[in-house]
Structure formats: structure tokens, C-alpha cells
């Protein structure tokens, strides 16, 4: 099984873009994202010095941006993505090239809500002097331990020994000089606590613009930070972004599903390193690959084929729409969202002046979300309820599990 990651902030380096600009379908690409974001990304991708791009309004359109034309660039139609990758996930806001690579939104849509992210987190930010410092080895128990005693939080869990504490510049200073016993600590090259309670100003904007987000549900599994959970509903997958922002990235519960899915091989897009190299501490057996050039392209599309297979949620859509069957007033029966239905079962009914018709499911599944309410009015075909559908046996019910 083929696992897809994108980096998170940090993974950024100066001119780690440049070998790529010199494919003029990539600058292509490059330039119309950066229209959509309002930033000349080739400029902080291929010329911009270190502190540039580490401004957080800069260095996260420019990650999604990189992560999601690395994964065009190897796999340039959706269809042979949906059909090879295993699962998918991104660390921090590389979910959001994570969410867009398995079509929950769209490349120009990820671009905008991460500009805004950046931007939101950027001024948070701003409020009071904070940042982030990697916890590398030591026992778990202390690291955590240490970091309750100074006030920080752990707000990203990483496996293979390693947390990143977050916090006020005051109280990571106190750790610098009081660090947990056998851990040594790395500054990180971002500009505020992320994933902390000091970002909710974040949230709160983030929660607004959400709102006129359409979604679609993943095409292949895709796996959540908050919980290392695969989220099958699309707009569960946008509100757990949204809130991301000020929780913990659980990074080592993402790495444990994809044991237990199976993952044989994990692919990292630009600019890759971070998570290939906590994969091979964390997962042994898996074979990484780390994309940070077009030279290694072929290679990664040997490494494909080597790991890829059909993903079962491509093979088995993750929604149905029951429709009205005809103009008049819908009245529900009663069926709620998580309700199970067989096929046949009644949802409701649609009346108009000469006759009421029952509205039965034609695939059995789950309940997930009522799109009209008692006493509406419907058009022939409108969609009035959206199922998951009853999984193959096997793998279906595992997802629907995990």
C-alpha cells in the first residue's frame, strides 16, 4: 500500500523550487497559484533567502503550493492517483495539499484558505511573543513531564522521539535551560506557537471563510492529525483544518494507521525529508522515498507502481444522493443522520396536489447529512439525503472503522 504525505511548515528551504521552474508546464502551473494566493511564489521558492520564507503569510501557500505540484508532476491525472494511492496525509498545513489531492477541494480553493491561514496565524502571531522547539529522544513520559512544568505545549507528536513544545518565548527559554534528561532541543524555523490556545484568533477567521467552502468527500483515504483517524465526509475533513489550527498535531497516531492499513511504501512531496525521515524510525519495514526533484521523477513513479493499488474508497464511492422523485412538498420519516438503511427503507415522502410518493434509498449506508428538511419544497431530482454506502466486506469495514 502506497502512502502520499505533504511537509508541514519548516520543511521550507531557500531555492528548494528552482530545479522545478525549469519545467515551463510547472512554472505554468506555479504562476497561476500564485495569482490565486496574490504572491510570487517562483520568487520565494527559488530566490528568497531564509528569513523571508519563514514568515508564516510566505512559507505556507508556498509548501501546499510545492507539495500539490509535486504530486500533479508524478501523477498528472486525479484518476491514476485514486486508483495507486493507498492513503493520504499531510503534517500541519500540509493537510491542506493533502485535502486537495484527494479532491475534498479544489487547488485554487486550497490556495485561498491557506493564504488566509497564513495570514490569520501570522497576526496571532504577532500578539505576543511565542515559538516552537523540537524535543528530540529522551523517555516520553519526562519530555511531556517537562513540558507541563514550564507551561509549554506538546503541539506536535511526531513518533520516533521526537515532540515539538510551543509556547511564549519566556517559557522556552526556561526549557532551553531546564530540558528533559537525555532530549536534546532544536529551535524550529517558524514564528509563533502553533497549535496552541495562542492561535484561536486563527480559528475564529478560519471558521468564518469556511463557510462558503464547498466540499466533496475524499477520493482516497485520507488521514486526520487531530487523531490519526481516516475521515470519510468532506466537510468533517474542512472543520477538522479549520481547528487544526490551535490543536496538536498527533503525527505519530497518523504514522500508527498507516501500520495498521498496511502502508508499504510512503512518498513525501516537496520539499520532502522531515516525514521520510521520521517514518524510518517510526515504521520499520516501510520503504520512503523523499521527492524534492524533477530528476527523481522517474524513480517515484517506479516507486508507484511498486506500492500502488486500487483504493478501496475509489472502488467504492463514498456517498449516494436519494432524489425526489417529483415536484412537491418533502415530509420526513423520521430517519436520522447515523441512521443504517437497507435498500428499500423509506426516508420520506413527496405530495403534490395529485399524489404522494414514498422516497426509498437505492443503495443502503449510512445517514450522513439531510441537505432538505420537513416541509420543503423539492423539483424532480433534487437531492434530498447523502448515504455512505455498505462497504465490501473487508476492506470497507475497516475504514469505516478506523
Request: glycine letters at 10%.
Amino acid at each position: 500500500m502506497l502512502a502520499i504525505v505533504a511537509p508541514g511548515q519548516g520543511a521550507q528551504t531557500p531555492g528548494f523550487l528552482a530545479p522545478w521552474l525549469e519545467d515551463p508546464v510547472f512554472r505554468a502551473r506555479l504562476d497561476w497559484l500564485s495569482a490565486v494566493a496574490g504572491l510570487d511564489l517562483a520568487h520565494y521558492g527559488a530566490d528568497a533567502d531564509a528569513n523571508t520564507i519563514r514568515d508564516t503569510a510566505v512559507a505556507q501557500p508556498l509548501l501546499v503550493a510545492a507539495s500539490m505540484l509535486g504530486a500533479l508532476s508524478l501523477l498528472p491525472h486525479p484518476a491514476d492517483a485514486f486508483r495507486r494511492v493507498g492513503v493520504a496525509a499531510g503534517h500541519s498545513v500540509g493537510e491542506i495539499a493533502a485535502a486537495a489531492g484527494t479532491r475534498v477541494i479544489t487547488a485554487e480553493q486550497a490556495m485561498v484558505f491557506v493564504r488566509e491561514r497564513g495570514r490569520a496565524m501570522a497576526t496571532a502571531s504577532k500578539a505576543t511573543a511565542t515559538g516552537m522547539t523540537a524535543v528530540i529522544g529522551g523517555d516520553p513520559d519526562d519530555v511531556l513531564a517537562t513540558l507541563h512544568k514550564h507551561g509549554l505545549t506538546a503541539a506536535n507528536i511526531n513518533g520516533a522521539g521526537q515532540v515539538v513544545a510551543a509556547g511564549t518565548v519566556q517559557r522556552l527559554e526556561a526549557l532551553t535551560a531546564d530540558p528533559p534528561r537525555r532530549a536534546r532541543l532544536r529551535p524550529m524555523s517558524v514564528a509563533g506557537a502553533f497549535h496552541t490556545e495562542h492561535m484561536a484568533p486563527a480559528v475564529e477567521v478560519l471558521h468564518s471563510y469556511a463557510q462558503a467552502i464547498s466540499t466533496h468527500d475524499p477520493r482516497s483515504p485520507l488521514l486526520s492529525n487531530r487523531d490519526g483517524r481516516v475521515v470519510h465526509d468532506g466537510r468533517e475533513v474542512l472543520h477538522r483544518l479549520v481547528d487544526q489550527v490551535a490543536q496538536p498535531v498527533r503525527w505519530d497516531l497518523c504514522q500508527q494507521t498507516m501500520q495498521d492499513l498496511g502502508v508499504t511504501g510512503l512518498l513525501e512531496m516537496p520539499p520532502a525529508g522531515t516525514l521520510a525521515g521520521l517514518a524510518k524510525r517510526a515504521l520499520p519495514g516501510v520503504e520512503t522515498l523523499a521527492l524534492n526533484s524533477p530528476d527523481q521523477l522517474d524513480d517515484a513513479r517506479a516507486f508507484v507502481d511498486k506500492h500502488g493499488e486500487t483504493s478501496p474508497i475509489d472502488a467504492n464511492p463514498t456517498w449516494r444522493l436519494v432524489v425526489a422523485p417529483m415536484k412537491g412538498t418533502f415530509g420526513a420519516a423520521g430517519v436520522h443522520v447515523g441512521a443504517r438503511l437497507a435498500v428499500g427503507d423509506v426516508v420520506g415522502r413527496v405530495s403534490s396536489l395529485r399524489d404522494t410518493l414514498d422516497v426509498a434509498a437505492t443503495h443502503g449506508g449510512t445517514v450522513l447529512e439531510w441537505l432538505v428538511e420537513d416541509g420543503d419544497p423539492v423539483a424532480p431530482g433534487q437531492p434530498l439525503v447523502r448515504l455512505h454506502p455498505d462497504s465490501q466486506p473487508d476492506v470497507g469495514e475497516e475504514l469505516v472503522r478506523a
